[in-house]
């Protein structure tokens, strides 16, 4: 949970979701070190903090596809 600020007033099962979303395994949360991830898994784990905040709108600069 270290690698989701929000992680707080989110429950399991939205994290779950979001990180489902994002092509993550929920077994990401108990990795200890992010910069351990490779590059793929650090952008999909910050697209996931992204939607864990539920925004109405989200620009990204790069397309979700060139994501592994």
Same mark, same amino acid.
Not at 8 to 20: H, I, K, S
Not at 43 to 68: G, H, T, V, W, Y
């Given at each position: 949970? $270290? !690698?989701?600020?929000?992680?707080?007033? =989110? !429950?399991?099962?939205?994290?779950?979701?979001?990180? =489902?979303?994002?092509?993550? *395994?929920? *077994?990401?949360?108990?990795?200890?070190?992010?910069?351990?991830?490779?590059?793929?898994?650090? @952008? =999909?784990? !910050?697209? =996931?903090?992204?939607?864990?905040? @539920?925004?109405?709108?989200?620009?990204?600069?790069?397309?979700?596809? *060139?994501? $592994?």
């Amino acid at each position: 949970r $270290d !690698n989701f600020p929000d992680a707080a007033a =989110a !429950n399991d099962l939205e994290l779950g979701r979001v990180l =489902a979303q994002v092509g993550l *395994s929920p *077994s990401l949360l108990d990795h200890p070190d992010p910069h351990q991830l490779c590059v793929s898994e650090q @952008k =999909a784990l !910050n697209l =996931a903090r992204a939607l864990l905040r @539920k925004p109405d709108l989200l620009l990204i600069d790069e397309p979700p596809p *060139s994501l $592994d």
